[in-house]
Protein backbone atom coordinates (compact mmCIF):
# COMPACT_ATOMS: atom_id res chain seq x y z
CA UNK A 1 0.00 0.00 0.00
CA UNK A 2 1.23 3.43 -0.90
CA UNK A 3 0.30 6.58 1.52
CA UNK A 4 0.80 9.97 0.80
CA UNK A 5 0.81 12.50 3.45
CA UNK A 6 -0.65 16.24 2.36
CA UNK A 7 -1.22 18.72 4.98
CA UNK A 8 -1.75 16.15 8.35
CA UNK A 9 -3.46 13.62 6.21
CA UNK A 10 -2.86 10.49 5.44
CA UNK A 11 -4.64 8.97 2.39
CA UNK A 12 -4.34 4.91 2.16
CA UNK A 13 -4.48 3.55 -1.67
CA UNK A 14 -6.58 -0.08 -1.76
CA UNK A 15 -8.47 1.04 1.51
CA UNK A 16 -11.63 2.32 2.28
CA UNK A 17 -10.72 3.86 5.28
CA UNK A 18 -9.47 7.96 4.92
CA UNK A 19 -7.50 9.29 8.22
CA UNK A 20 -7.59 12.79 8.55
CA UNK A 21 -5.84 12.98 12.16
CA UNK A 22 -4.77 16.23 12.85
CA UNK A 23 -4.89 16.16 16.60
CA UNK A 24 -3.60 18.69 19.30
CA UNK A 25 -1.36 20.69 17.45
CA UNK A 26 -3.79 21.27 14.93
CA UNK A 27 -6.62 22.11 16.80
CA UNK A 28 -4.82 24.67 18.89
CA UNK A 29 -3.15 26.44 16.11
CA UNK A 30 -6.73 27.05 14.54
CA UNK A 31 -7.79 28.88 18.16
CA UNK A 32 -7.38 32.34 19.51
CA UNK A 33 -5.81 33.23 22.75
CA UNK A 34 -4.57 29.64 23.90
CA UNK A 35 -3.16 29.49 26.84
CA UNK A 36 -1.46 26.88 28.79
CA UNK A 37 -3.05 25.71 32.10
CA UNK A 38 -0.62 22.75 32.66
CA UNK A 39 0.58 19.79 30.88
CA UNK A 40 -1.53 18.75 28.14
CA UNK A 41 -4.28 21.56 29.55
CA UNK A 42 -5.60 24.54 27.86
CA UNK A 43 -7.88 27.36 27.25
CA UNK A 44 -8.86 29.21 24.14
CA UNK A 45 -11.93 31.07 23.13
CA UNK A 46 -14.23 28.89 21.42
CA UNK A 47 -14.11 29.42 17.67
CA UNK A 48 -17.81 27.89 17.82
CA UNK A 49 -19.77 31.50 18.86
CA UNK A 50 -18.30 34.75 18.62
CA UNK A 51 -16.07 34.67 21.87
CA UNK A 52 -13.70 37.15 22.97
CA UNK A 53 -12.57 35.54 26.51
CA UNK A 54 -11.73 32.24 26.50
CA UNK A 55 -14.83 29.58 27.81
CA UNK A 56 -13.28 26.78 25.69
CA UNK A 57 -11.33 24.08 28.10
CA UNK A 58 -9.02 21.76 26.16
CA UNK A 59 -7.21 18.59 27.60
CA UNK A 60 -6.09 15.32 26.78
CA UNK A 61 -7.30 12.08 28.80
CA UNK A 62 -5.68 8.62 27.53
CA UNK A 63 -5.19 9.91 24.13
CA UNK A 64 -8.32 11.51 23.71
CA UNK A 65 -8.88 15.32 23.14
CA UNK A 66 -11.45 16.98 25.17
CA UNK A 67 -13.59 19.85 24.78
CA UNK A 68 -15.67 21.80 27.05
CA UNK A 69 -17.28 24.89 25.84
CA UNK A 70 -18.77 26.59 29.07
CA UNK A 71 -21.25 28.94 27.03
CA UNK A 72 -22.60 25.35 25.68
CA UNK A 73 -21.25 24.50 22.38
CA UNK A 74 -21.67 20.96 21.41
CA UNK A 75 -17.97 19.41 20.59
CA UNK A 76 -19.24 18.65 17.21
CA UNK A 77 -20.10 22.43 16.59
CA UNK A 78 -16.27 23.29 17.99
CA UNK A 79 -14.72 20.93 15.68
CA UNK A 80 -16.77 22.09 12.58
CA UNK A 81 -15.97 25.40 12.72
CA UNK A 82 -12.42 24.48 12.15
CA UNK A 83 -12.64 22.13 9.75
CA UNK A 84 -12.11 18.96 11.91
CA UNK A 85 -14.14 15.54 12.43
CA UNK A 86 -14.69 13.76 15.90
CA UNK A 87 -12.67 11.12 14.99
CA UNK A 88 -9.63 13.46 14.93
CA UNK A 89 -10.41 13.90 19.02
CA UNK A 90 -9.30 9.78 19.28
CA UNK A 91 -6.41 8.12 19.21
CA UNK A 92 -5.43 5.95 16.09
CA UNK A 93 -4.69 3.03 17.88
CA UNK A 94 -7.58 0.38 19.25
CA UNK A 95 -6.19 0.79 22.52
CA UNK A 96 -8.43 1.40 25.49
CA UNK A 97 -7.33 3.53 28.28
CA UNK A 98 -9.66 4.04 31.36
CA UNK A 99 -10.17 8.04 31.46
CA UNK A 100 -10.16 10.09 34.24
CA UNK A 101 -12.58 10.62 36.62
CA UNK A 102 -13.22 14.24 36.71
CA UNK A 103 -11.53 14.99 33.11
CA UNK A 104 -11.63 18.75 33.84
CA UNK A 105 -10.38 19.79 37.33
CA UNK A 106 -11.98 22.36 38.78
CA UNK A 107 -9.06 24.99 38.37
CA UNK A 108 -10.12 24.96 34.31
CA UNK A 109 -13.16 25.43 34.78
CA UNK A 110 -12.88 28.35 37.31
CA UNK A 111 -10.67 30.15 34.89
CA UNK A 112 -13.78 29.64 32.42
CA UNK A 113 -16.39 31.33 34.39
CA UNK A 114 -14.07 33.72 36.02
CA UNK A 115 -15.77 36.00 33.40
CA UNK A 116 -19.18 35.32 34.83
CA UNK A 117 -18.22 35.87 38.29
CA UNK A 118 -17.25 39.24 37.31
CA UNK A 119 -20.70 40.18 35.81
CA UNK A 120 -23.01 38.91 38.22
CA UNK A 121 -20.91 40.72 40.89
CA UNK A 122 -20.83 44.18 39.17
CA UNK A 123 -24.73 43.38 38.87
CA UNK A 124 -25.00 42.61 42.27
CA UNK A 125 -23.26 45.41 43.34
CA UNK A 126 -25.66 47.92 41.44
CA UNK A 127 -29.09 46.26 42.87
CA UNK A 128 -27.98 46.77 46.11
CA UNK A 129 -26.68 50.35 45.82
CA UNK A 130 -30.37 50.72 44.40
CA UNK A 131 -29.41 51.71 40.53
CA UNK A 132 -31.60 50.98 37.58
CA UNK A 133 -30.68 47.75 35.76
CA UNK A 134 -31.55 47.77 32.09
CA UNK A 135 -33.27 44.77 30.25
CA UNK A 136 -30.13 43.90 28.11
CA UNK A 137 -27.92 44.07 31.69
CA UNK A 138 -30.57 41.77 33.05
CA UNK A 139 -30.27 39.44 30.19
CA UNK A 140 -26.76 39.41 30.46
CA UNK A 141 -26.93 38.44 34.22
CA UNK A 142 -29.22 35.42 33.78
CA UNK A 143 -26.60 34.44 30.85
CA UNK A 144 -23.73 34.46 33.37
CA UNK A 145 -25.83 32.17 35.93
CA UNK A 146 -26.60 29.86 33.12
CA UNK A 147 -23.09 29.75 32.20
CA UNK A 148 -22.12 28.94 35.23
CA UNK A 149 -25.11 26.27 35.98
CA UNK A 150 -23.37 24.64 32.86
CA UNK A 151 -20.07 24.52 33.99
CA UNK A 152 -21.35 23.03 37.20
CA UNK A 153 -22.76 20.26 35.49
Known sequence: ???ASVIGQTHK????????KRGLDYLLSQLRKVKSCGQDRFI??????HDKNPSLA?????????LKCFAGCSTFEIVSSIG???????PESNEFRKPLKNPF???DVLRCIKREVMIITVTAIRIVNG??????????????????EVAYD
Open 13 to 20: SKSHTINT
Open 105 to 107: PAV
Open 131 to 148: EKIEKSELDRLILACSLI
Open 84 to 90: MVLAELF
Open 58 to 66: IRTNGGVIL
Open 44 to 49: ACCPAH
Open 1 to 3: MRA
